[in-house]
Structure formats: structure tokens, C-alpha cells
């Protein structure tokens, strides 16, 4: 079971670690640096907080920092938009006494399933909390996988990406976007430390990946809001897709993800390729 004190001391570390001392504005002051990044009592010294009350929320004690403390510390660490959410995140979790251990189901209306069947020429997941997989339209599944074919327990975007040998072919730059899985996970379950599928899914990637170790060991985080797959496809060969995300209102747990192309490329050629093979036919018998 995860430790909310735990991880967040050990996120302030890692994020102390790598911040560059001359870039925060602090002079040189002859001492040799023995660790990288930022000095304990140098945080504190620019988040305006003594270094016993730093120390004691980078040890894990049972600190709940004031909002003001908490935009200290984001300027301090120099925390981009995923870092400064998580951190948020940490701390709410630490600051509240309820617990979440209740498996939630996640559906998707059926409104929505339509919606995503309405893209014809770009593909379209779903994705709920812990990076779980939860609908997607055909060209979504030509395009990375068939993901309704698999067991619902393994309908999971960062279990899919690190562990099935197809996802290791397909992504030219496999590395970079499972590593951006990775960190998006941590970010997620930081919601909901005690959520049984969240530990669950970690124990397994924990136990079948070494790359999943390693990158879940750094505490970094990734929001993933758009960007670019770089794919090596089995069918219509090399292309990039683009991607964007959208949030419901009412539900911001589940994510749309929509990829296309750019029109007038080989990529956009490749797509409507895929798209035109994926869609159904009928023979005019007239």
C-alpha cells in the first residue's frame, strides 16, 4: 500500500536533486557540493520556511503545508504544471483522513460510444483512472490494438505499452512514450494511493518490467495533454499521429484521446488508409 507521506518526501528530494543551483539565483558560497541539485536548507531559504520545517516535510512527517507554503515551494522547485499538480495532489491526500479501499467501477455512457464511432477518420480512445483502457473506435484499434480482444484486466494503456512486444515494435520512440506512461501513472494514483487496482497494477509492472522500476524509483511526472506517436504500423507502415485530450465536465477521470494527421502528408495518406480498411463494406447487389 502506498504512502502518501513517503512519496511526497521522496518527490521533494528528486525534485531538489535536479534543480540547478545557479539557475534559482543562489551565488556561490566556496562550500563543495557533495549532492547534486539544491542543499535542504537552500529550498527552504526560497520557499521563505525554516529548514526544520523543510527537513521535516521531506522526511515524511505528518506536515500539511498551507497553500501559500505549497506556491513557495512549486516557485522554489521550479515545478512545471504536472509537478506542481502532483504535488497538490500529495498533499491533499496527506492533509485528508478518509481513505479510499472500495473498488470503483468505471463505465463509459453509451452516448459516448457513439461519439467515438463518429470518427471515421481519426482514432479515439477513452481512458480512465490508472491509465485503464475503457472504449475506443475501430481505427483505434487498427492503429495501435485490439484492445476489445483483450482480457478485460489487461485493457490498461501503461501495462499494454510496457509489456505486449507488439507495443515494443510499433512505437519508433517505444522509450519515450513508455516512460511518459509511466510518470502519467504516478500522477494518477496519486488521487487514490489506496485504490486496490492502482497497487495492484503496480505490483505487476513492478515484478514483470525493469524499465517500470526504474522510471517509477525517479518520482517524475508527465500530464499527457497532446503531443505526437511516432509509429512503425504492420499495415500502412511509417507515420505520425498527433494527439489531443478533452475532459467531460462532471468527469475528469476519464480522458478522450483523438489522433490524426496532418492533411498532405505520407502520415494523413496512411491513416485514411487504415480508415478505409477498417470500415465495412457493403456489395451494391442492385
Do not use: C
Amino acid at each position: 500500500m502506498s504512502d502518501p507521506h513517503r512519496d511526497l518526501g521522496e518527490f521533494l528530494r528528486r525534485a531538489r536533486a535536479s534543480r540547478d543551483p545557479e539557475r534559482a539565483g543562489l551565488l556561490p558560497d566556496g562550500r563543495i557540493r557533495r549532492v547534486p541539485g539544491l542543499r535542504r536548507e537552500e529550498v527552504a531559504l526560497l520557499a521563505g520556511v525554516s529548514t526544520d520545517y523543510y527537513t521535516r516535510l521531506e522526511q515524511g512527517r505528518h506536515i500539511v503545508p498551507s497553500t501559500q507554503v505549497i506556491e513557495a515551494l512549486t516557485k522554489a522547485l521550479d515545478l512545471d504544471d504536472a509537478g506542481e499538480t502532483y504535488l497538490r495532489t500529495l498533499i491533499g491526500v496527506v492533509g485528508s483522513s478518509a481513505t479510499r479501499t472500495r473498488p470503483v467501477v468505471q463505465r463509459v455512457r453509451p452516448a459516448l460510444h457513439q461519439l467515438l464511432n463518429s470518427f471515421a477518420g481519426q482514432a479515439a480512445l477513452i481512458l480512465g483512472r490508472r491509465t485503464d483502457i475503457l472504449a475506443s473506435n475501430p481505427l483505434a484499434r487498427a492503429l495501435f490494438a485490439d484492445f476489445d480482444a483483450l482480457p478485460a484486466k489487461h485493457r490498461n494503456y501503461a501495462r499494454w505499452i510496457l509489456l505486449d512486444e507488439h507495443a515494443h515494435d510499433l512505437f519508433r520512440d517505444w522509450e519515450k512514450q513508455a516512460r511518459n506512461a509511466v510518470e502519467a501513472l504516478r500522477l494518477d494514483s496519486a488521487a487514490t494511493p489506496n485504490d486496490p487496482g492502482t497497487q495492484q497494477l503496480i505490483g505487476e509492472l513492478s515484478l514483470s518490467s525493469p524499465e517500470f522500476r526504474q522510471w517509477w524509483s525517479g518520482h517524475r511526472v508527465h500530464q499527457r495533454t497532446h503531443g505526437t506517436k511516432r509509429l512503425n504500423h504492420p499495415v500502412v507502415g511509417t507515420l505520425d499521429v498527433q494527439f489531443e485530450t478533452l475532459t467531460f465536465p462532471g468527469d475528469d477521470h476519464q480522458i478522450l484521446y483523438l489522433y490524426s494527421t496532418e492533411p498532405g502528408t505520407a502520415s494523413h495518406e496512411a491513416l485514411t488508409l487504415l480508415a478505409n480498411w477498417t470500415t465495412p463494406h457493403t456489395l451494391d447487389q442492385s
